[in-house]
């Protein structure tokens, strides 16, 4: 479910869980554009044959393909009205607990930790675990930096 709220109110939203995304099913379609469009075609992620006698038993997403769906899901988290522009501003502290296997659903909750003014507008920190369903561990534990400006 989508949080809307105006600009003028977001810091209100400090230390707000927003919730959960829904699933997203990682296909190896999906793996091989990214491995076209990353330059990075290792065989753990784009040979499903090879990777199947590897270490995880199946391939794998590129960490950086999971954490480059944090946008897409973040946009179904938070919707702040009364900005001229929204910029995804950088991150801090990405980690990458546990591999995402190529048939795997994900899904994103999100809290905002903190809000800090900037020139013209504001900064959100933002503390993100991309989950996999019926994993031990998260595939992605990040914070996100996203500013809003009036």
């Not at 988290?77 to 801090?92: E, R």
Request: proline residues 5%; negative net charge; aromatic residues 8%.
């Amino acid at each position: 479910m989508t949080t809307t709220i105006a600009f003028e109110e977001l810091s209100t939203l400090v230390g707000t869980d927003l919730g959960a995304t829904e699933w997203r099913e990682v296909t190896q379609d999906r793996v091989n554009t990214f491995a076209d469009a990353a330059d990075d075609h290792q065989w753990i992620h784009t040979d499903p044959e090879r990777a199947a006698e590897g270490p995880f038993g199946a391939p794998i997403a590129h960490g950086f393909l999971t954490l480059s769906l944090l946008i897409p899901m973040w946009v179904e988290l938070l919707d702040v009205t009364g900005v001229t522009t929204k910029v995804n501003y950088g991150l801090d502290k990405v980690r990458f607990p546990a591999p995402v296997k190529v048939g795997d659903r994900i899904r994103m909750s999100a809290t905002i930790a903190e809000l800090n003014e900037v020139p013209g507008g504001v900064q959100i920190a933002v503390d993100v675990i991309i989950e996999i369903d019926g994993g031990a561990k998260p595939a992605v534990v990040a914070r996100s930096l996203q500013r809003f400006y009036a």
